[in-house]
């Protein structure tokens, strides 16, 4: 790669990785299937409680893991570098089509009900008496569950990441920023039941109890892939008998609280596991201090060889911004943000046709409005995420401008998530900061996000996370407009 061309690709790379969707990490499937499905369907096939739990476990302990999960993964290997380690865990574990990485994406088409690896069929493992094989079916389980959710040809933004290495939910799904798969609800009779059957039946090829039959099941499961917020999957767990206490896993879906479409609703749902998650967001990644530090990322090879201190403007900016959204003060937030240039990233971003700026100055201001900090409404609503699928299904790559705005002015707000002023008490009890800016920091895989500069256009950009939003991270770009440092790009991500 050409130096002018690595400093290209960063530029892109910061201004266009955002995301518009629930504060969920793009990894399929969620833990309502991943966990709490796949336990109870491990008990009806006549596995013990013990032995159900570990299977489980090892199927959600790969989305939970910093070495497998999808999302940062495949961010340092294709975006913040072009190294395939990384980008051959998402394959094995989320993707597992015939072809690996590096690769076009034609050819890594995710068929469903196919683990492959290494150009071969992959079979389920056997179970022996000891707790590490039903784990080890677990973690198998997690790829063949995903090959459904993430069929197709994997979608990836190429620019800026290296299409050879990127995965990503197809857009026949809904594209890659979007979590249109993971919602059970919308594939009922297709995919989720499809999914739940093939689980089914590798328990009932090993299970030793006495196994219902999938018959029997079936209507309970049409019950629990219908639920469309968190209290309704709540609901459906709790009749089959689990405890109260069991079901902080769903804290974390991206489903929302309550219905969209009901004026019924228990209220906001727990969120307690979301502050330890915080909590262990702003030990891991980010620190809340007041100098934000650039570092060189990994795999990039820049004219800036050395930390280099946000210019004071810079800095400024940000936090003004990052202030301005967690007090939900709108007119700071418009001073500081040049609108004009946002929306040419977000039309890339959300393949929201190009010549609709009302269209998308819509969007970016949905994006950063008070009911995304007050928990009414994720970064980006459903609503697009079907306008992708929908355009998918008619042959199209792109979401026309009526599609878009339709899907606009169709939204329905209600209890997507905790807001941020709900959760500040116990997030101030716990001595922790209600957001934080990011700083590189080792891991297992390189560094993590912290603040970036492109030399060629000067511009500095800073990833920002929310208490109240724990997977997802704002990332900020700022440069020199006429003389004034604007925020020329604010787009979410899904980071976990």
Known sequence: MTHSNCKLKLRLLVILIGSFLFARPVAAWESDVHYGLTLWLAKQAGFSRAQALWIAQGNQGVDDSSATEPVKSTFLSACSGSDPTGSSEVHDHHFPSLRGVPGDPQIRMVVPGQVQRGGN???????????????????????????WSHQGVPDFPDPPCDRKLGWGHSFSR????????????MWRDTDARETAKATYEIFLAQAK?????????????????????????????????????????LQEISLPDCRPDTTSCPGPYPFQRLIQKWADTVRASFRPSDDLVQREPPGWKLSIKRQLAIPIAYTRAFRELAAALAAQSTSVKNDLVDHALSRVALAKLTRVRNGCPQVLDALGELMLSQDVMQGKLPPQPIEICIAAHQASLAGLEEISCDAASSAIRNLRRNRNGPSLSEMLPAVQAAGLPSYVFGHPVASSHGRNFGPVYASDEESYSVPVRFAHLPKDVLILTARSVMGAVKVVNAVWMPYE
Do not use: V
Request: proline share 5%.
């Open 174 to 185: 809904g594209g890659w920023p979007c979590h249109l798969a993971d919602l059970t609800y």
């Open 121 to 147: 069929l992959h079979p389920a493992p056997s179970l022996a008496d000891d707790e590490s094989s039903f784990r080890d079916l677990g973690k198998y389980l997690h790829a063949l569950q995903d090959s």
């Open 209 to 249: 109890g006495k196994p219902r039959t999938w018959d029997e099941i079936l209507t309970q499961l049409h019950d629990f892939m219908d639920g469309r917020s968190k209290w309704e999957k709540h609901a459906w767990f709790l009749k089959q008998g689990f405890n109260e206490s069991e079901l902080d896993f």
